[in-house]
């Protein structure tokens, strides 16, 4: 694993792209701007951690949250392409990537926001009990085709188990494997 790109659509009265940042690093301006702030954003940050313990995996993740009306027919899903776009921001960038991307869209609804729209946690919350679920059902389907072993399906979900209840996405109790 080389890259962890993570996206969203969501309305900008939600925590929803807040709370999704918080998987990636600090960024360079953060760092200057923020120093301290900046170290510890990174230390919690989710990327480094699948970067330092999967980079033996030939796969990138790309994750993207959106926050949709429910009628708009989109559902959580999943797909694993080639990165072989010799025009791609990576390659003209000079930024190093896995041989596949496996991209996720996680769909919560609008619906579902709106109660919550003032409560950060309750957010963070709505989106871990659709992310973590669709982890677990998700990425055994795509074993073979990364490839990975079972030790290393098993770690990544640990790992990304871990991480989620750590940041508050899941609970203990409700989120055992």
């Not at 998987?23 to 954003?41: C, F, G, Y």
């Not at 188990?161 to 109790?173: M, S, V």
Request: proline letters at 5%; glycine letters at 4%; aromatic letters at 10%.
């Amino acid at each position: 694993m080389k890259v962890l790109s993570v996206v969203g659509d969501t309305p900008g009265w939600t925590y929803i792209s807040e709370i999704f940042h918080e998987m990636l690093p600090a960024s360079t301006q953060e760092a200057v701007r923020h120093p301290e702030l900046a170290a510890e954003k990174t230390k919690a940050a989710l990327e480094p951690i699948l970067l330092e313990r999967f980079s033996h995996l030939d796969f990138d993740f790309c994750f993207c949250f959106r926050c949709l009306d429910r009628d708009s027919g989109w559902v959580s899903k999943a797909r694993l392409s080639k990165n072989d776009d010799s025009h791609s921001w990576y390659t003209l960038n000079h930024v190093e990537q896995a041989s596949r991307s496996l991209g996720m869209d996680i769909v919560v609804y609008t619906e579902d926001v709106i109660p919550i729209k003032n409560d950060k946690d309750a957010q963070k919350r709505l989106l871990g009990t659709e992310f973590w679920p669709f982890l677990q059902k998700t990425l055994p389907k795509y074993k073979k085709k990364i490839p990975m072993t079972d030790k290393d399906l098993e770690l990544l979900l640990s790992t990304l188990h871990d991480w989620l209840a750590r940041q508050g996405w899941i609970t203990e109790e409700g989120a055992q494997t």
